[in-house]
T-cell receptor, first 117, second 113 residues
Framework: AQKITQTQPGMFVQEKEAVTLDCTYD???????LFWYKQPSSGEMIFLIY????DQQNATEGRYSLNFQKARKSANLVISASQLGDSAMYFC??????????????WGLGTSLAVNP | DVKVTQSSRYLVKRTGEKVFLECVQD?????MFWYRQDPGLGLRLIYF???????EKGDIPEGYSVSREKKERFSLILESASTNQTSMYLC????????????FGNGTRLTVT
């Protein structure tokens, strides 16, 4: 069965430090994509970063990078130089290439990140 | 930038009322989705649509219906609202090509009293 697990319900980090948010996934499909989204207290879900299962390099987008370890089935989000505005819920999600494209993503339950000044 | 607009940010309805949640996207996306989000349960897919007049049930379709008469608009309908439908509702859209990120609206926080 397809599954996303985020084991950290809540995390704290000092401003300007780096933080890693964990995500492990379970799939038997060879082709899939992994997403990270941020949800501030305002409620909007914001797409952060994407990693395809066949991508050779880890994805990076500004201060966000994805530590993709395919053999371990993990796709951890690394936020460098944390800012107060990074305080939010973070969700990991997986989509399959052969399931009507991205029609049905599998979602984790999220990690609440608090950045302390 | 893709814009997904949900008609209401907050909504309060009474039990038994028929409720319409509207969502409009401006990027000609084929796919549109309705999720509900509850604490501890994450995002759960209610319905999605991959084309005009086409729809598929998600994980929790009971008590809901949808309508997609035009490509840019996807409506979620609660035929007879109940208190257990009090939740945050999120609309999203995406193109049909490849595995693409979903673009979300700001959400509608619905309270049924």
């Amino acid at each position: 069965a397809q599954k996303i697990t985020q084991t950290q319900p809540g995390m704290f980090v000092q401003e300007k430090e780096a933080v890693t948010l964990d995500c492990t996934y379970d799939t038997s499909d060879p082709s899939y994509g992994l997403f990270w989204y941020k949800q501030p207290s305002s409620g909007e879900m914001i797409f952060l970063i994407y990693q395809g299962s066949y991508d050779q390099q880890n994805a990076t987008e500004g201060r966000y990078s994805l530590n993709f370890q395919k053999a371990r089935k993990s796709a951890n989000l690394v936020i460098s130089a944390s800012q107060l505005g990074d305080s939010a819920m973070y969700f990991c999600a997986m989509g399959r290439y052969n399931a009507g494209n991205n029609r049905k993503l599998i979602w984790g339950l999220g990690t609440s990140l608090a950045v302390n000044p | 930038d893709v814009k997904v607009t949900q008609s209401s940010r907050y909504l309060v309805k009474r039990t038994g009322e028929k409720v319409f949640l509207e969502c409009v996207q401006d990027m000609d996306h084929e796919n549109m989705f309705w999720y509900r989000q509850d604490p501890g349960l994450g995002l759960r897919l209610i319905y999605f649509s991959y084309d005009v007049k086409m729809k598929e049930k998600g994980d929790i379709p009971e008590g809901y219906s949808v309508s997609r008469e035009k490509k840019e608009r996807f409506s979620l309908i609660l035929e007879s609202a109940s208190t257990n439908q009090t939740s945050m509702y999120l609309c999203a859209s995406s193109p049909e090509t490849g595995v693409s990120p979903l673009h979300f609206g700001n959400g509608t926080r619905l309270t049924v009293t």
